[in-house]
């Protein structure tokens, strides 16, 4: 899939010296793009090849170019000569199935969580009492075996609440133990 995004109209008191993808990497899919023949398609100076018909103006153009499905970054960068530099992040998302995407999307509707706040939480300080000694730790929480332990249909389908709260975390502390462990077994 190849498609362009131009980014509007960019004006400003100076003149633009150079644009710039700065991410390495997602450079394979991002290209910088121009009426004129550029020299290089990740970094080209911007007076001559971006400028409009008035002074001051530049209009930019990114291609996107990518086969696999993926979720790509990148960061184009406006250098006017002094700094701070200007930055814009653009992202595509691809998916291999329009099932896929809406799925994703559903689930990134779900996640819009509001932030912690203290209008909107109660916190709990900690205390000492509770506090459990090591060597009983161990006994109650062992190094998972099997990745099925882990990840199953509980973990993946409940919806996160204050019931399961407690069993998701543990589940995602011997997610993180399983992975190390099989890194460090290698």
């Known amino acids: 899939m190849t498609c ?3 980014i509007d109209e960019l004006q400003n008191q100076f003149r633009l010296k150079r644009v710039a993808l700065l991410y390495d990497l997602s450079r394979l899919h991002f290209t910088l ?4 023949v550029l020299v290089n398609n990740q970094l080209a100076e911007g007076e ?8 001051n103006k530049y209009t930019i153009t990114v291609k996107f170019s990518s086969e696999m499905p993926g979720f790509f970054n990148q960061r184009v960068i406006f250098d006017f000569g002094c700094r701070p530099v200007v930055g814009r992040t653009l992202s595509v998302n691809m998916h ?4 896929c995407q809406e799925r994703v999307l559903s689930l990134q509707q779900d996640l819009q969580l509001a932030r912690w706040a ?3 939480c ?4 900690f205390s000492e009492t509770a506090a459990v000694p090591a060597d009983e730790l161990e006994v109650n929480y062992r190094l998972p075996s099997d990745i099925n332990e882990i990840i ?8 996160l609440n204050r019931n399961n709260y407690t069993h998701r975390m543990h589940s995602l502390l011997m997610l993180e133990e399983y992975t190390r462990m099989k890194i460090v077994s290698r």
Not at 96 to 99: D, K, Q, S
């Open 48 to 55: 001559d090849l971006f400028e409009t018909e008035s002074d």
């Open 118 to 120: 203290s209008d909107n």
């Open 33 to 36: 793009e121009s009426t004129r």
């Open 96 to 99: 291999r199935t329009v099932e």
């Open 152 to 159: 199953n249909t509980e973990t993946v389908n409940s919806e």
């Open 4 to 6: 362009l995004v131009v």
């Open 122 to 125: 109660s916190i709990v300080p």
